[in-house]
């Protein structure tokens, strides 16, 4: 049975540095493409950084380009999300997304796994 459990939330100041972590169990990791995504209260769900498998492409969405940076441990079978510069806009729920690659690519509709959600919240 496939699980993603996400650590590393919590409320920081304007410019902090948050770093997430998706640990996933019952999988082959290794193969996975994993993406982070966020949802802020009354905002719809968007991707926010993916990679894909041997860290082979990243993707930033453009807010975040050159704050965040997405990593993978593939003997610890986890993806971080490092978050610097944090701004209140960064402000939601994110979660992390994955599935084995099939396509060399991320997409969401390829990957079914998800996990529950961690908090961010950046105030000034």
């Known amino acids: 049975q496939v699980q993603i459990v996400e650590s590393g939330g919590g409320s920081v100041q304007v410019g902090g540095s948050l770093r997430l972590s998706c640990k996933v169990s019952?999988?082959?990791?290794?193969?996975?493409?994993v993406g982070w995504w966020r949802q802020a209260p009354g905002k719809e769900r968007e991707l926010v950084a993916s990679?894909?498998?041997?860290?082979?492409?990243?993707y930033y969405t453009d807010s975040v380009q050159g704050r965040f940076w997405i990593f993978r441990d593939d003997d610890k079978n986890t993806t971080d999300l490092q978050m610097d510069s944090l701004q209140p806009e960064d402000t939601a729920r994110y979660f992390c997304n994955g599935g084995i690659d099939y396509t060399g690519s991320y997409d969401e509709g390829e990957s079914p796994y998800w996990g529950q959600g961690i908090e961010v919240i950046v105030s000034s």
């Open positions: 019952g999988s082959i990791f290794e193969a996975w493409n």
């Open positions: 990679i894909t498998t041997r860290a082979g492409r990243r």
